[in-house]
């Protein structure tokens, strides 16, 4: 059976069934039910409505997260507002009896605990960020957008790296900072895919991607470009730094031929990098990264 998120937070789900049913049954032994014509329904809909979000916000964080304190502080946050949530709507359907009239004012107190749940979660949640920032240097260089993101590499997008290229020629006109921009392609990767199929194929791009990504600066930015395909923005670099770069990436990428399948189909990856000149724009700097790969394909 498929581990999911949900599986993993059984206790949390049976948790939070248990303590709605409880909420139900307290309240229908302590109030009686309102007259329709009494009922406020534009109150009705608001507090409903708050109700609704707050648990599609409980069902998702149990749905993308896998176990930890963070999630429990959310779940428990989130549950404790949910809870002020619902019980202000059922006060719209039901009046308390009189020797339970005190239980009004406490409707507000779970949503204010909740909240303070919710901000310990958040400090909890900013050092989570710290470590997949420090994770995602590599391959998001300040600027998250999930709309650039391939799902294949596990890298973000030629768009993405368009735009960041664009970034660095300002960059580059207002400070004269020099940078370089290498190209990666797999050898042999039409025969690869035709022979081992499409799912071994994508598996390969996954790991040649992480390859590059391990292999580079913290301060470069890794791209897949298109098909077999990859892209590393260097800033501040020179031509020479480039090169050894690419020369190291290609050595680790040689070093693990044995990791697949059929080390006949695959064995290496052309490489090669431009350095950035004047009067260069995105698209000259791509054609001409490009044509240079295809005469270093062509020799080697």
């Known amino acids: 059976m498929k581990i999911t998120n949900l599986t993993l937070h059984k206790h949390l789900v049976f948790a939070l069934l248990i303590c709605l049913l409880l909420l139900a049954s307290s309240f229908i032994h302590i109030s009686n039910a309102k007259p329709v014509a009494s009922i406020k329904w534009l109150d009705v809909i608001g507090e409903g409505g708050i109700a609704v979000i707050t648990l599609c916000w409980l069902i998702v964080t149990l749905y993308t997260r896998p176990k930890g304190k963070l999630t429990t502080l959310l779940f428990i946050g989130i549950s404790m507002v949910h809870f002020s949530m619902l019980l202000d709507l059922l006060d719209e359907f039901f009046r308390y009896k009189n020797e339970y009239a005190w239980f009004s004012r406490l409707e507000a107190i779970p949503a204010v605990l909740g909240l303070v749940m919710m901000s310990f979660a958040l400090y909890y949640w900013h050092k989570e960020q710290q470590i997949i920032n420090n994770r995602l240097i590599k391959s998001e260089r300040f600027y998250r957008e999930h709309s650039f993101y391939d799902m294949i590499s596990g890298l973000y997008s030629a768009s993405y790296m368009k735009k960041q290229i664009a ?110 000149t004047r009067g260069d724009d995105v698209t000259s700097l791509l054609m001409r990264l490009n044509h240079t790969l295809t005469l270093q394909k062509q020799v080697a």
């Not at 960059?171 to 020099?178: A, D, E, G, L, Y």
């Not at 590059?212 to 501040?236: H, T």
Request: hydrophobic share 40%.
């Open 167 to 276: 970034a660095e020629l300002v960059h580059f006109n207002t400070h004269n900072t020099p940078f370089c921009i290498s190209v990666f392609d797999i050898k042999s990767f039409n025969l690869y895919l035709r022979e081992q199929g499409r799912l071994s194929a994508n598996k390969l791009l996954h790991d040649i991607a992480s390859l590059i990504q391990v292999n580079i600066r913290d301060s470069d930015l890794a791209c897949r470009y298109a098909g077999d395909r990859f892209i590393v923005l260097m800033p501040n670099t020179k031509q020479h730094q480039a090169q050894v770069i690419n020369t190291h990436v290609a050595n680790m990428v040689k070093q693990h031929v044995l990791y697949f399948d059929n080390k006949t189909l695959f064995n290496a990856i052309h490489q090669s990098s431009i350095e950035v």
